[in-house]
């Protein structure tokens, strides 16, 4: 069951592929079997010609470009303070942009350019935290708070709606002694 | 009742205290690399700035990391607009003039900037006296995850990065982590290493061996 539905996701994401591939090879190459020989499965339309430098089809390519944004957007600037690569106008991040466009130009997966820059700056160099190890604190704690906070305020409720009947009683009942 | 609530307050509010103190005694400037003990990464890289006397290499000349397997290289990020790099220069400079002869490469790597802007600061600051490379498109310096300059590496002669410096270093420091780097290469190479410097292509089967 679960090969089948993966083998009808990888043949609807290649379909995907083509149509979009052929979308992008636009008029010069209406007929041409557009099953891209070496694309990733995960970003179909992005298709490798060349290693390292881009061709005038790659530096046009509306895919391409919003991929680069999703990755940029999520890497620190190191020269920085707390901007992304994508938002910096400073040249380590258009050149660390360009990085980025060029590997994924290449073939390689939003993860594996994401990994690319871990293994040189660290996870520093994410402006969200992976939630593994420690790092889960963060993402735990909020929620931890809010059913706390949500616990701790039913129970105080309870408390005083359970304790305002009593006092309302005995405040009755000691009008009614007075009485 | 009160004191019970105190309590529970104070007990509340350490755990936030005691991360903010934690907090304080860190350096938010220093960020710690992840390249020491890996293999540094491959570079090949053209020299515009060729060095002084025994220690020179025409303009021109590709500096490629794979041909240095065997020597200890020690990698200079610098630019000519960058002014913690004018303390350290001199210093540099005069340190690896006295290592000539010794199986150490000591290489500037020009970061973004223009070699000719490079070329006149090298004359300004009286020279510098082993060669300088450019790195266009700063590939080289993000693939050593470079935060700015000066940045200093020093590879060992397997080349693996031993250590990494931020910020000038001092000649004492230079001097210690490059004599510890050529005695650890020695004591690992005890045959193929004195022999002479031109071993440099028996140096790496030995050495790749070791490495995996």
Same mark, same amino acid.
């Given at each position: 069951?679960?090969?089948? %539905? !993966?083998?009808?996701?990888? &043949?609807?994401? @290649?379909? *995907? $592929?083509?149509?979009? =591939?052929? %979308? !992008?090879?636009?008029?010069? &190459?209406?007929? @041409?079997? *557009? $099953?891209?020989?070496? =694309?990733?499965?995960?970003?179909?339309?992005?298709?490798?010609?060349?290693?390292?430098?881009?061709?005038? =089809?790659?530096?046009?390519?509306?895919?391409?470009?919003?991929?680069?944004?999703?990755?940029?957007?999520?890497?620190?600037?190191?020269?920085?303070?707390?901007?992304?690569?994508?938002?910096?106008?400073?040249?380590?991040?258009?050149?660390?942009?360009?990085?980025?466009?060029?590997?994924?130009?290449?073939?390689?997966?939003?993860?594996?350019?994401?990994?690319?820059?871990?293994?040189?700056?660290?996870?520093?160099?994410?402006?969200?935290?992976?939630?593994?190890?420690?790092?889960?604190?963060?993402?735990?704690?909020?929620?931890?708070?809010?059913?706390?906070?949500?616990?701790?305020?039913?129970?105080?409720?309870?408390?005083?709606?359970?304790?305002?009947?009593?006092?309302?009683?005995?405040?009755?009942?000691?009008?009614?002694?007075?009485? | 009742?009160?004191?019970?609530?105190?309590?529970?307050?104070?007990?509340?509010?350490?755990?936030?205290?005691?991360?903010?103190?934690?907090?304080?005694?860190?350096?938010?400037?220093?960020?710690?690399?992840?390249?020491?003990?890996?293999?540094?990464?491959?570079?090949?890289?053209?020299?515009?700035?060729?060095?002084?006397?025994?220690?020179?290499?025409?303009?021109?000349?590709?500096?490629?990391?794979?041909?240095?397997?065997?020597?200890?290289?020690?990698?200079?990020?610098?630019?000519?607009?960058?002014?913690?790099?004018?303390?350290?220069?001199?210093?540099?400079?005069?340190?690896?003039?006295?290592?000539?002869?010794?199986?150490?490469?000591?290489?500037?790597?020009?970061?973004?900037?223009?070699?000719?802007?490079?070329?006149?600061?090298?004359?300004?600051?009286?020279?510098?006296?082993?060669?300088?490379?450019?790195?266009?498109?700063?590939?080289?310096?993000?693939?050593?995850?470079?935060?700015?300059?000066?940045?200093?590496?020093?590879?060992?002669?397997?080349?693996?990065?031993?250590?990494?410096?931020?910020?000038?270093?001092?000649?004492?420091?230079?001097?210690?982590?490059?004599?510890?780097?050529?005695?650890?290469?020695?004591?690992?190479?005890?045959?193929?290493?004195?022999?002479?410097?031109?071993?440099?292509?028996?140096?790496?089967?030995?050495?790749?061996?070791?490495?995996?």
């Amino acid at each position: 069951m679960t090969t089948l %539905h !993966a083998t009808w996701r990888s &043949a609807l994401s @290649l379909a *995907a $592929a083509c149509v979009i =591939a052929g %979308h !992008a090879a636009g008029a010069q &190459a209406p007929d @041409l079997p *557009a $099953a891209p020989r070496n =694309a990733p499965q995960d970003s179909g339309a992005l298709r490798v010609q060349v290693q390292g430098t881009l061709t005038d =089809a790659q530096k046009n390519d509306a895919t391409l470009e919003s991929a680069t944004k999703s990755v940029a957007s999520q890497l620190r600037c190191p020269v920085c303070q707390g901007l992304s690569i994508q938002d910096s106008p400073s040249e380590l991040s258009q050149q660390m942009r360009t990085v980025v466009k060029e590997q994924l130009a290449s073939g390689k997966s939003q993860q594996q350019v994401k990994d690319y820059f871990i293994s040189k700056y660290g996870e520093w160099i994410l402006l969200e935290p992976q939630a593994h190890g420690f790092n889960v604190l963060v993402y735990a704690l909020p929620a931890l708070l809010v059913i706390g906070g949500a616990i701790f305020i039913v129970v105080i409720v309870k408390k005083w709606t359970a304790a305002a009947p009593a006092t309302s009683g005995s405040a009755a009942s000691s009008d009614d002694d007075a009485d | 009742m009160n004191w019970k609530r105190a309590w529970i307050a104070a007990a509340a509010a350490a755990p936030v205290i005691g991360l903010f103190a934690w907090g304080l005694t860190r350096d938010p400037n220093n960020i710690p690399s992840p390249l020491p003990g890996r293999q540094a990464p491959p570079f090949a890289l053209a020299v515009f700035s060729p060095g002084q006397a025994g220690l020179a290499r025409p303009v021109g000349d590709t500096v490629r990391l794979a041909d240095l397997k065997g020597k200890v290289v020690v990698l200079n990020f610098w630019a000519s607009w960058c002014l913690a790099c004018r303390d350290e220069h001199a210093s540099l400079s005069q340190v690896a003039a006295t290592y000539e002869g010794q199986p150490v490469q000591f290489l500037g790597v020009l970061y973004n900037d223009v070699p000719d802007k490079g070329l006149g600061w090298i004359s300004e600051m009286g020279g510098q006296s082993y060669p300088s490379v450019d790195d266009p498109g700063a590939r080289v310096a993000i693939d050593y995850g470079l935060y700015g300059v000066p940045e200093t590496f020093f590879l060992d002669a397997t080349g693996r990065v031993a250590f990494k410096n931020t910020g000038p270093v001092t000649p004492g420091m230079v001097r210690l982590k490059v004599d510890s780097l050529i005695a650890a290469a020695q004591a690992s190479a005890p045959a193929a290493a004195p022999a002479a410097p031109s071993g440099d292509t028996a140096v790496p089967a030995t050495k790749g061996g070791k490495a995996q």
